[in-house]
């Protein structure tokens, strides 16, 4: 139950810090790097409350069904919700812009628009495969979103967003979707 607990706390972190971030990114006195840290920070907090949760779930009793429904669904919504920050980072430390630095600059947007709605229904459905007992589904969604994106990777930093946004996304959705799992064990 705790880590039911956790977790919500975690998904009202993350949209708590929506609107927070969108201010912080449409402030012109913010520079691109204090986006960046206010990422990083959520990230950094989000990762510990999912730790959190995973320590919780791992040495607790199994959820009835009730609430083991009830945790797994938000497991998935914490999955789709908080990844985003921790992409971000990711992205950030491999130094890969995730939107344009200066706005003055006419170059265009980022290789891969759309990537943010993408990321949440990819963590959603990875941490869905993995609470069904699916784990051939993450080759599936990933497979949908290679043919999807396989025009765009030429461009310039397209594959490396790609390849490490991906790579964060799928590896966080698997996280959630453990601790899912470890409600009911």
Known sequence: MIAVIVLVVAVLCALVGV???????????RSDADVR????????ALGGLVAGAAIAA?????????WLVAGQVI???????????VVRSVLAFGGIPTRRENFDDPAPDPPLRGGRIIGLMERAAVTVSLLLGWP????VILGIKGLARFPQ????????QFI??????????????????????
Not at 153 to 160: C, I, K, P, V, Y
Not at 166 to 176: D, K, Q, R
């Open 136 to 139: 051939a589904g993450i080759a």
């Open 75 to 85: 497991a998935v919504a914490a999955a789709a919700a908080t990844g985003g920050y």
């Open 164 to 185: 490490l946004g991906t790579f964060a996304s799928v590896l966080w959705a698997c996280a959630l979707g453990g601790i899912g799992v470890l409600l009911g064990r």
């Open 37 to 44: 840290r206010f990422d990083l920070v959520l990230a950094v």
């Open 19 to 29: 609107p927070i971030r969108t201010r912080l990114a449409g402030d012109e006195q």
């Open 58 to 66: 791992a040495v607790a009793a199994p959820l009835s069904h009730a």
């Open 153 to 160: 990777l030429r461009e310039h930093h397209a594959s490396e």
